[in-house]
């Protein structure tokens, strides 16, 4: 008997919930060109992708060099885009650490890290860094770039308890293959006072109801789960965690429209992406959960 290579779901991965209903298929833009059903569950009101492959099979779905967070690309707009802000966002990130940790130095550990460059940050500020990747191209890219050692993704379950004032998952959290356990894990290796951050894309947004099945930010199958700020407290809830603020990222809401005004389009449109960007963000200043994507500041309960 041969073992399936897609991962087909008839409960909900954050509430174990069997009402679930089909929402539209997706296509992946980027790599495959294949399509990819949206499923909602009505209890807790995340998302998954069905038929996802298997960890053992996922990586396939990454490898393009324009994978930003991989590559360091700076091939095209977006990823120039990307670039110019980026130093921007590594010291809001930093700030947003700093402030709700207490501290200005500490021990951090950055689970998903890329090429590196925010892990490389903190590391520069005096922070003691462990950083884990499981792309080996991304931990190449990042020696490369930075001479900085990232280590592969299933030593999280190597390190002891309590040893971490600050992890953080910047946009990682939807890419895990192991909810449920990886939660649980990073929820031990906090120390009492330590603070989880977890960035991800947020399809309650203006934004993602404007492009629907074209909003980039599904990006399936790389995207396994799509959260909403109520999927998230529900999740962290049954690991007796807290949501203690959430916190909008700005910029995302643009640089996700110009992908998803392509895919929706076939041209790049840095007019109507921006228009559509603003939009969401106006709308976003009065209910910050509606930001494109969300910071979760988050701590045992």
Known sequence: MELSTKIFRTACPVCNSKDLKQVFKVKDESISKEYFEIIHCNQCTVRFTQDAPVATEIGRYYQSNDYISHS????????????????????????????????????????????????????????????????????????????????PSENLFRIPPQTFDAITLWH???HVHELQTTIAQLKSLLTPQGVLFIAVPNYTSYDAAHYQQHWAAYDVPRHLYHFSPRSMNTLMSAHGMKIKKVLPMWFDSTYVSLLSEQYLTGKKSLFKAGLIGMQSNFKAFFNIKKCSSLIYVIQKD
Do not use: C
Not at 76 to 90: A, F
Not at 136 to 148: D, F, G, P, V
């Open 172 to 174: 990682v959290l939807e």
């Open 72 to 151: 360091n690309t700076r091939s095209g707009l977006v990823n120039r885009i990307y670039h110019s802000v980026r130093k921007i966002t590594l010291n809001a990130k930093e700030r947003i650490i700093v402030n709700h940790t207490g501290r200005t130095v500490g021990s951090l550990l950055d689970y998903g890290a890329g090429a590196g460059s925010f892990a490389h940050h903190m590391q520069e500020k005096g922070w003691q860094l462990t950083a884990l990747e499981p792309s080996e191209a991304a931990r190449e890219n990042a020696y490369e770039a930075y001479k900085i050692q990232l280590h």
